[in-house]
C-alpha cells in the first residue's frame, strides 16, 4: 500500500533559525496536504498542494511539490515559539476513487526561546 | 458554531469492555473519518465512511466498529478484541471527494486499565 515517509522525527532549533521537514511518497500523489497539531490538540489543515512544481507561501511558511508529485516540503524561515508542534504532511494517492489519506509519522519541532 | 464535536475528551476502561466514541459534525460533510494516534506513530486510519448507511475498513480496523445512520454522526466503538486500545483517538469529517481537507474535532484520549 501508500506510504509517506516524513524526516525527520524531530528538530530542536533556536528561535530565528529555519526549519524543513521533508515527506517522501512510494506512489505518485494527486495532491498532499500539510496540517499542524499543536501540543494537546488536533491536526489542524495549513494548505494543499496540487499541481506538480507547485510552490505556495503563508508568511513565513513555504510549501513545495516536486516535479514528480512524489515529494514535499515545508519550510519555516525564522522561527517563533508559536511554531511549536508537529507538522504532518498527507496524501492523496492517484488512484480512482481514493478516499483516503495517507499521514507521515510527522516532525515535532521544538523552539528554544 | 459549526464544527465537529467529540466526547468525552477523557475516558477511562477496564480491560475487556467495549466502550463507544462519539463523533457528531455539523458541517454538513458527507465524509467521516476515525484515526487512532499513538506516539512517534502519526495517524493511522480506523475506518471511513463516505455516505449515510456506508462504509469502509481503513488500515487498522481489527478490534473496531462504526455504524453512519445519520449524515452527522459515526461513533466508533472500540471492542475488547482489540489488542491495544489506550490511544488518542481523532475523528474527522470532508465535504466530499479524493482532494478535501478534513476537519479534525479535538479527540478522545482512551486509555484501558
Known amino acids: 500500500g501508500q506510504q509517506v515517509m516524513q524526516i525527520p522525527q524531530y528538530q530542536h532549533v533556536q528561535e530565528g533559525e529555519d526549519f524543513t521537514t521533508y515527506c517522501n511518497s512510494s506512489?505518485?500523489?494527486?495532491?498532499i496536504q500539510w496540517y499542524k497539531q499543536r501540543p494537546g490538540g488536533h491536526p489542524v489543515f495549513l494548505i494543499q498542494?496540487?499541481?506538480?512544481?507547485e510552490v505556495k507561501k503563508q508568511k513565513r511558511l513555504t510549501f513545495q511539490f516536486g516535479e514528480a508529485k512524489k515529494n514535499s516540503s515545508l519550510h519555516i524561515t525564522a522561527t517563533q515559539t508559536t511554531d511549536v508542534g508537529t507538522y504532518f504532511c498527507?496524501?492523496?494517492?492517484?488512484?480512482?476513487?481514493?478516499?483516503?489519506?495517507?499521514f507521515g509519522k510527522g516532525t515535532k519541532l521544538s523552539v528554544i526561546p | 458554531d459549526g464544527g465537529i464535536t467529540q466526547s468525552p475528551k477523557y475516558l477511562f476502561r477496564k480491560e475487556g469492555q467495549n466502550v463507544t466514541l462519539s463523533c457528531e459534525q455539523n458541517?454538513?460533510?458527507?465524509?467521516m473519518y476515525w484515526y487512532r494516534q499513538d506516539p512517534g506513530q502519526g495517524l493511522r486510519l480506523i475506518y471511513y465512511?463516505?455516505?449515510?448507511?456506508?462504509?469502509q475498513k481503513g488500515d487498522i480496523a481489527e478490534g473496531y466498529s462504526v455504524s453512519r445512520e445519520k449524515k452527522e454522526s459515526f461513533p466508533l466503538t472500540v471492542t475488547s478484541a482489540q489488542k491495544n486500545p489506550t490511544a488518542f483517538y481523532l475523528c474527522?469529517?470532508?465535504?466530499?471527494?479524493?482532494?478535501?481537507?478534513?476537519?479534525f474535532g479535538p479527540g478522545t484520549r482512551l486509555t484501558v486499565l
Open positions: 506512489t505518485t500523489l494527486s495532491n
Open positions: 498542494l496540487v499541481k506538480s512544481g
Open positions: 458541517l454538513n460533510h458527507d465524509a
Open positions: 498527507a496524501g492523496h494517492s492517484s488512484g480512482a476513487g481514493s478516499y483516503q489519506l495517507t
Open positions: 474527522a469529517s470532508s465535504i466530499m471527494g479524493s482532494t478535501d481537507t478534513q476537519y
Open positions: 465512511s463516505q455516505i449515510v448507511n456506508d462504509f
